[in-house]
């Protein structure tokens, strides 16, 4: 059975200048040709492919309004299916008669990501490009753009794909073993396997490793708020996103869950968490989230140690002793309410404790002084690479979590042969790392994990 022929508006939902209705799949052009009339009579249908018409729309005898069309034929279009573009004018009345109408013609109404799914289906691009189209869309940073783009042009799918196939050429001599497992035959060279498990590796190894830089890119660098209660760790959240997104109040323990939200600073994405102020609390709740502010705080990249001149804030630097690796600002808050000797009396005195090469900072979240040279410091510390031109960065957990899964596999199928165990057992090993491999680039075929992973996108695309 052919698929049905879907339509939706690719175009953000609003008023723009124009707005783009895509409709894809074999009945495509004849639904279109249903409510499309050109100047000259001349259907889209009989139009050269790649091509584009102007016509008016009309439905049920009403005209809905003058437009472009584009033509499209199977294979070479985004969905390699038939596919034709109507581009009208973008009043959301307009747009969704024009959908209506479509719909009524006989197509159906595409779901999120359907377009992208069917470019999938139909081999026009692999997995990893397909999500990197979600990527793409999404970015908001040049790295994260670059990074999306980069694959989008295949990355290292061409690498997975590679070293998958020489994995399955292993497996299927090991496989001829099984079959004549009476005669004591070695097909499959043992040492030429240890070699090739060694090379891709080698090759896992680092994309594993770039994940931590990936999903920063993708996500935003984790940056915890973190010190004792009070000391203005919410008004501080509040200005770096310019937004009043957490609660302040004079009232120790305002603070319970952890707040977070994302904002650009000097073309990299941070992402700020607000966390419970740390102290010995009593209250069940208030401890929970002091629990979750030291979770936080371990899974963080850099943080952001909040303390006033007048606290005791020794107890909260010891937090920076067991975080050594990571990256670090002590803040001097509130310096509005003190004078100048008293702000370097009190850098003074911060700085002796912690170790020398932690900055302190005096700021005020409240008045924003300081902020900008915060701002600037961590722009410094986050240095991620500038530009993710390297196919060599993961940022996406599924194939992180498939990496991972199929390293696991690889170790295990090597020790196995170290240690000269049953072919099955090693075969059962590699066939395991290719279903890992093969699961990034797109040899699935289960319906859900395809569901979940296009479900991600837009309508329309
Ligand atoms: N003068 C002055 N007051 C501030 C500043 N920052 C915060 N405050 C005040 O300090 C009090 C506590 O501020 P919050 O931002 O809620 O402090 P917090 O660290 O998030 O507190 P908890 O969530 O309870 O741990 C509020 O009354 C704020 O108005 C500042 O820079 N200067
Ligand atoms: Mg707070």
């Given at each position: 059975?052919?698929?049905?022929?879907?339509?939706?508006?690719?175009?953000?939902?609003?008023?723009?200048?124009?707005?783009?209705?895509?409709?894809?799949?074999?009945?495509?052009?004849?639904?279109?040709?249903?409510?499309?009339?050109?100047?000259?009579g001349?259907?889209?249908?009989?139009?050269?492919?790649?091509?584009?018409?102007f016509?008016?729309?009309?439905?049920?005898?009403?005209?809905?309004?003058?437009?472009?069309?584009a033509?499209?034929?199977?294979?070479?279009?985004?969905?390699?299916?038939?596919?034709?573009?109507?581009?009208?004018?973008?009043?959301?009345?307009?747009q969704?008669q024009?959908?209506?109408?479509?719909?009524?013609?006989?197509?159906?109404?595409?779901?999120?990501?359907?377009?992208?799914?069917?470019?999938?289906?139909?081999?026009?691009?692999?997995?990893?490009?397909?999500?990197?189209?979600?990527?793409?869309?999404?970015?908001?940073?040049?790295v994260?753009?670059?990074?999306?783009?980069?694959?989008?042009?295949?990355?290292?799918?061409?690498?997975?794909?590679?070293?998958?196939?020489?994995?399955?050429?292993?497996?299927?001599?090991?496989?001829?073993?099984?079959?004549?497992a009476?005669?004591?035959?070695?097909?499959?060279?043992?040492?030429?396997?240890?070699?090739?498990?060694?090379?891709?590796?080698?090759?896992?190894?680092?994309?594993?490793?770039?994940?931590?830089?990936?999903?920063?890119?993708?996500?935003?660098?984790?940056?915890?708020?973190?010190?004792?209660p009070?000391?203005g760790?919410?008004?501080?959240?509040?200005?770096?996103?310019?937004?009043?997104?957490?609660?302040?109040s004079?009232?120790?323990?305002?603070?319970?869950?952890?707040?977070?939200?994302?904002?650009?600073?000097?073309?990299?994405?941070?992402?700020?968490?607000?966390?419970?102020?740390?102290?010995?609390?009593?209250?069940?709740?208030?401890?929970?989230?002091?629990?979750?502010?030291?979770?936080?705080?371990?899974?963080?990249?850099?943080?952001?140690?909040?303390?006033?001149?007048?606290?005791?804030?020794?107890?909260?630097?010891?937090?920076?002793?067991?975080?050594?690796?990571k990256?670090?600002?002590?803040?001097?808050?509130?310096?509005?309410?003190?004078?100048?000797?008293?702000?370097?009396?009190?850098?003074?005195?911060?700085?002796?404790?912690?170790?020398?090469?932690?900055?302190?900072?005096?700021?005020s979240?409240?008045?924003?002084?300081?902020?900008?040279?915060?701002?600037?410091?961590?722009?410094?510390?986050?240095?991620?690479?500038?530009?993710?031109?390297?196919?060599?960065?993961?940022?996406?957990?599924?194939?992180?979590?498939a990496?991972?899964?199929?390293?696991?596999?690889?170790?295990?199928?090597?020790?196995?042969?170290?240690?000269?165990?049953?072919?099955?057992?090693?075969?059962?090993?590699?066939?395991?790392?290719?279903?890992?491999l093969?699961?990034?680039?797109g040899?699935?075929?289960?319906?859900?994990?395809?569901?979940?992973?296009?479900?991600k996108?837009?309508?329309?695309?």
């Amino acid at each position: 059975m052919k698929p049905e022929t879907i339509a939706a508006i690719a175009t953000p939902v609003g008023v723009g200048a124009t707005a783009t209705i895509r409709v894809s799949g074999s009945a495509a052009l004849a639904i279109v040709d249903s409510i499309f009339v050109s100047p000259r009579g001349k259907k889209l249908s009989q139009q050269k492919p790649n091509t584009i018409h102007f016509g008016k729309i009309v439905h049920r005898g009403q005209t809905l309004d003058e437009v472009l069309a584009a033509v499209f034929e199977a294979p070479h279009s985004y969905t390699g299916e038939d596919v034709a573009e109507i581009y009208c004018h973008g009043s959301v009345y307009i747009q969704q008669q024009i959908l209506q109408a479509l719909i009524d013609c006989g197509a159906t109404m595409a779901r999120a990501g359907e377009f992208t799914l069917r470019a999938f289906l139909n081999k026009k691009i692999d997995l990893v490009q397909a999500e990197a189209v979600g990527d793409l869309i999404a970015a908001r940073t040049p790295v994260m753009h670059q990074m999306a783009m980069q694959q989008m042009r295949g990355g290292y799918s061409l690498k997975i794909k590679n070293l998958r196939e020489q994995l399955l050429n292993f497996l299927s001599l090991l496989e001829l073993e099984l079959d004549f497992a009476e005669e004591d035959v070695e097909f499959a060279n043992r040492f030429k396997f240890n070699d090739l498990a060694t090379e891709i590796l080698s090759v896992i190894d680092p994309l594993i490793q770039s994940f931590a830089t990936g999903n920063a890119i993708k996500n935003g660098i984790p940056v915890v708020i973190a010190g004792a209660p009070n000391v203005g760790k919410s008004t501080l959240l509040n200005a770096l996103l310019n937004d009043e997104k957490a609660l302040v109040s004079p009232i120790p323990g305002t603070t319970r869950d952890a707040i977070e939200d994302t904002v650009t600073l000097g073309g990299t994405l941070f992402r700020f968490i607000d966390t419970a102020g740390l102290h010995a609390a009593t209250d069940t709740v208030e401890q929970l989230g002091i629990e979750r502010s030291y979770q936080k705080i371990e899974q963080a990249s850099i943080i952001l140690l909040v303390a006033t001149g007048d606290q005791q804030t020794n107890s909260q630097l010891s937090i920076l002793n067991s975080q050594l690796n990571k990256k670090c600002i002590v803040l001097l808050n509130k310096i509005d309410t003190l004078n100048e000797e008293e702000i370097l009396a009190a850098v003074k005195s911060l700085q002796n404790v912690v170790n020398q090469q932690i900055t302190v900072l005096p700021i005020s979240g409240k008045t924003r002084q300081g902020l900008e040279t915060l701002q600037q410091t961590l722009v410094q510390l986050a240095a991620l690479p500038q530009n993710a031109d390297s196919d060599c960065i993961v940022s996406n957990a599924r194939h992180y979590e498939a990496f991972v899964h199929a390293q696991q596999s690889l170790q295990r199928a090597v020790l196995a042969i170290n240690q000269q165990v049953s072919p099955e057992l090693i075969a059962f090993e590699i066939r395991e790392a290719i279903a890992h491999l093969s699961s990034i680039v797109g040899e699935i075929t289960d319906a859900d994990v395809l569901n979940n992973i296009f479900g991600k996108f837009c309508i329309g695309k």
